[in-house]
T-cell receptor, first 115, second 117 residues
Framework: AQTVTQSQPEMSVQEAETVTLSCTYD???????LFWYKQPPSRQMILVIR??????QNATENRFSVNFQKAAKSFSLKISDSQLGDTAMYFC????????????FGQGTRLTINP | GAVVSQHPSWVICKSGTSVKIECRSL??????MFWYRQFPKQSLMLMAT?????????EQGVEKDKFLINHASLTLSTLTVTSAHPEDSSFYIC?????????????FGPGTRLTVT
């Protein structure tokens, strides 16, 4: 069974700083998807970024980028020029490509951006 | 696009009663919907996978008779918590996958807060 581990329960940075959230996972699959989801205080889950394992290029979405290390099974999220609105819980998630494509979530990292 | 709604957004019920939560994909067809449970300050725990026109697949440890799931159409799945008890109080979230798109992305509903008194 796949597992996802986020080792940082909480992080706090100043506005405009760069912050990196860590995520490691375990799977025997060669192809799969990895995601970062954001859950603000409203509790609405929002997709931040997605990475296909068969793509070597790291995904980027504006201020958000990932460092995908397939061999190390590591998938970190970098937030540049952090903003107050980035304050949220961040969940790393894994999905197989075949079958039901269920999401397996990590424990989450509570990120606080301070003014 | 890709909006998923849930109704109700919050509900309070008495112990022993049943509560139904609806999950709708508003602008796409979803052959597969997922139901999650989230306790305070914790991650999302998958309860079951709901497939249109067939029986739901429950995760290990989730009581099928307590959490009844019906996915009668490509845009609607319902979760019924039967004979609810205080320990069923939680935040329930659904998600849906667009049948017309490849890529595994799930769109999440805003969640339903259930309080059983």
């Amino acid at each position: 069974a796949q597992t996802v581990t986020q080792s940082q329960p909480e992080m706090s940075v100043q506005e405009a700083e760069t912050v990196t959230l860590s995520c490691t996972y375990d799977t025997s699959e060669n192809n799969y998807y990895l995601f970062w989801y954001k859950q603000p205080p409203s509790r609405q889950m929002i997709l931040v970024i997605r990475q296909e394992a068969y793509k070597q290029q790291n995904a980027t979405e504006n201020r958000f980028s990932v460092n995908f290390q397939k061999a190390a099974k590591s998938f970190s999220l970098k937030i540049s020029d952090s903003q107050l609105g980035d304050t949220a819980m961040y969940f790393c998630a894994f999905s197989e490509i075949q079958g039901a494509q269920k999401l397996v979530f990590g424990q989450g990292t509570r990120l606080t951006i301070n003014p | 696009g890709a909006v998923v709604s849930q109704h109700p957004s919050w509900v309070i019920c008495k112990s022993g009663t049943s509560v139904k939560i609806e999950c709708r994909s508003l602008d796409f067809q979803a052959t597969t919907m997922f139901w999650y449970r989230q306790f305070p300050k914790q991650s999302l725990m998958l309860m079951a996978t709901s497939n249109e026109g067939s029986k739901a697949t429950y995760e290990q440890g989730v009581e099928k008779d307590k959490f009844l799931i019906n996915h009668a159409s490509l845009t609607l799945s319902t979760l019924t918590v039967t004979s609810a008890h205080p320990e069923d109080s939680s935040f329930y979230i659904c998600s849906a996958r667009d049948a017309g798109l490849a890529g595994s992305e799930q769109y999440f509903g805003p969640g339903t807060r259930l309080t059983v008194t």
